[in-house]
């Protein structure tokens, strides 16, 4: 692994010595005053590259193409929000989907389910345990963004933690949008999602990425979007799945919603 992840920079195969323990204190305080925090340069750059050369030609050939209208709730209707209200205004998403069973025992496979780096992820979103995803085909997902196509919108993530890797970075557009503190548990907020969607809000950040980047994010407090690819090459990211309980699988629903198969 030392190959292929930053080690040097990033110890995180050392998280009980000084450097270790420094390194998930600063993450950790950037993930609850921020939201967020990112390792850039966390995979090495001609491991970045082989791990393009693995996936890239699965993404051309077998990748599914997901491409949906939604709301920022990804949810049909919102209990005390009338059907026409602006905070349920929906944009399109398009990506390309490959699973993890399509590229079992590649390079990023091999990252996601490395121990050291689960143990990382746990101490820094401070649970007690953190199991990988019983789901061959949705524990691990790369994610292309191809040119003139309509990328992320506008959402909340439904789970309370994102792990990504950023394979490749857009020339050109392919950029993390965020609002920060846009909702709370107590207050959804709906006039402040409204202005959001309406592009009438001075506190969207753009958050610069390069390539290589390991990226956790709170995105259920958090709406975030990618904005549309408008360059030659793609924006592609990993997006690795951890869960405090074993044995979380997808639905057969979920699976056909968004792989289009079920096995
Ligand atoms: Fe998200």
Redesign the pocket.
């Known amino acids: 692994m030392k190959a292929i992840l930053d080690l040097d920079r990033y110890p995180i195969d050392r998280l009980d010595r000084n450097a270790g323990r420094a390194l998930v204190d600063n993450s950790r305080i950037s993930l609850e005053q921020e939201g967020m925090f990112t390792l850039s340069g966390f995979i090495r750059p001609a491991a970045r590259d082989s791990i393009l050369e693995e996936v890239q030609p699965v993404l051309r050939r077998d990748s599914f193409t997901h491409s949906r209208s939604h709301n920022v709730y990804f949810e049909d209707e919102i209990p005390g929000l009338a059907a026409d209200h602006p905070a349920l205004r929906e944009g399109w998403t398009t990506n390309h989907t490959v699973c993890g069973d399509q590229i079992a025992g590649s390079s990023i496979c091999r990252i996601y389910e490395w121990q050291p780096l689960v143990e990382f992820l746990t101490r820094v979103m401070g649970r007690k345990r953190l199991y990988l995803m019983d789901d061959p085909m949705a524990a691990l997902n790369v994610l292309e963004y191809r040119s003139g196509e309509p990328a992320?919108n506008w959402?909340?993530?439904r789970s309370e933690f994102?792990t990504t890797l950023l394979l490749c970075a857009a020339d050109r557009g392919g950029e993390f949008q965020y609002r920060s503190a846009l909702r709370t548990a107590n207050d959804p907020n709906f006039e402040g999602v409204a202005a959001l969607l309406a592009d009438d809000d001075p506190e969207i950040r753009t958050l610069p990425m390069t390539a290589g980047t390991l990226c956790i994010?709170r995105?259920v407090e958090t709406a975030?979007r990618v904005t549309p690819v408008t360059g030659t090459r793609s924006r592609i990211v990993a997006v690795l799945s951890y869960y405090e309980r074993p044995g979380v699988r997808f639905s057969k629903a979920e699976r056909l919603g968004f792989y289009g198969r079920v096995e």
């Open positions: 992320l959402h909340f993530d994102t994010f995105g975030h």
